[in-house]
């Protein structure tokens, strides 16, 4: 069996406290960092385009992503689809994403009990999906640290949970 190869992109996989070592260097050399964070299961064209126009409001883009325990704890047994170590490689894959933090603790806790504290990006990013910003649950979080808010508009019909039912019905 042959062995698996090194690739260049899980080097941008980091443990939350690599990435907070990450964050403090490119802090200190000036770069703007920005924040997203999310389940991204399925990785699909409407996470694509959030990523890239996340990317385009500083100069670094670290990713936080739920844990598969996280996930299944939010929503039920049957996710995530994809496993948390592959979702870290697709992501890191992209080019618009610098790096990707796996998240700890559980749904209830991330992002604003573990992930942004430890970056403190500049700039976190959410969908407006998820209503006015004073309403996003990294909102608290975000306040005390600073940390400037960014939303960027839903694309109709890209939804994960959409594509998931959709693939329900089809079978």
């Known amino acids: 069996m042959p062995e698996l190869v090194h690739h260049w992109r899980y080097?941008?996989?980091?443990?939350?406290a690599d990435a907070a070592k990450k964050s403090e260097e490119l802090r200190a050399a000036g770069k703007i960092i920005v924040t997203v964070n999310g389940s991204f299961d399925l990785?699909?064209?409407?996470?694509?385009?959030?990523?890239e126009e996340a990317k385009q409001q500083g100069d670094v883009l670290i990713v936080g992503i739920n844990t598969d325990e996280s996930i299944r704890d939010k929503k039920g047994p049957t996710r995530p689809i994809v496993p948390q170590?592959?979702?870290a490689a697709l992501l890191a894959a992209l080019i618009c994403v610098?790096?990707?933090a796996i998240m700890e603790g559980s749904y209830s806790d991330e992002p604003h009990g573990s992930f942004l504290p430890a970056?403190?990006?500049h700039i976190h990013?959410?969908?407006?999906?998820?209503?006015p910003v004073e309403g996003w649950v990294e909102?608290?979080?975000?306040?005390?640290?600073?940390i400037k808010p960014y939303q960027v508009?839903?694309?109709?019909?890209?939804?994960?949970?959409?594509i998931i039912e959709k693939i329900k019905k089809s079978s």
């Open 119 to 121: 970056v403190k990006s």
């Open 139 to 146: 909102w608290p979080v975000m306040e005390k640290l600073g």
């Open 11 to 16: 080097d941008k996989i980091l443990p939350l």
């Open 125 to 131: 990013v959410n969908g407006e999906e998820y209503g």
């Open 98 to 100: 610098d790096y990707v």
């Open 153 to 162: 508009k839903r694309r109709p019909n890209l939804s994960t949970t959409e």
């Open 43 to 51: 990785l699909q064209a409407g996470h694509l385009d959030f990523l």
């Open 85 to 87: 170590d592959n979702r």
